[in-house]
């Protein structure tokens, strides 16, 4: 689920499958924290979203699991499994130059 708030700033919610996660990942030389915790659990992450120029950013807000607020440092590893980096800039598609997120509206401008 998206929420869209105030101030280009988002909220999504969906439920994470952490057997399905864990299974797909390579083992770790040294301690791992998400190897611990199993089944599904309901994610959370709000942020805000920064778009210029054709490209854009999701500035990291806050991150919770099954409640619990999450470090940065930890949305960092789970987000890289899929190759991403939750700093990095990304192209924005189909020549979109901005992108503008108010309640009730979404504004594109091509």
């Known amino acids: 689920t998206l929420r869209i708030l105030a101030d280009n700033r988002l909220s999504a919610t969906a ?4 057997d399905a996660m864990n299974a797909g990942r390579p ?7 998400m190897r611990l915790l199993t089944g599904s659990l309901p994610a ?6 920064v778009t210029e120029n054709g490209t854009g950013r999701f500035e990291l807000e806050s991150a919770e ?4 607020p999450l470090p940065r440092a930890l949305v960092s590893q789970l987000v890289a499994r899929y190759d991403v980096n939750i700093d990095d800039p990304f192209d924005l598609p189909s020549s979109i130059r901005e992108i503008k ?3 009730g509206q979404v ?3 091509q």
Do not use: A
């Open 107 to 109: 504004t594109v401008l």
């Open 15 to 18: 439920t994470l499958d952490l």
């Open 44 to 49: 959370k992450v709000s942020g805000r979203l």
């Open 27 to 33: 083992p770790s030389d040294g301690f791992d924290p």
């Open 65 to 68: 699991l099954g409640g619990i």
């Open 101 to 103: 997120v108010e309640p």
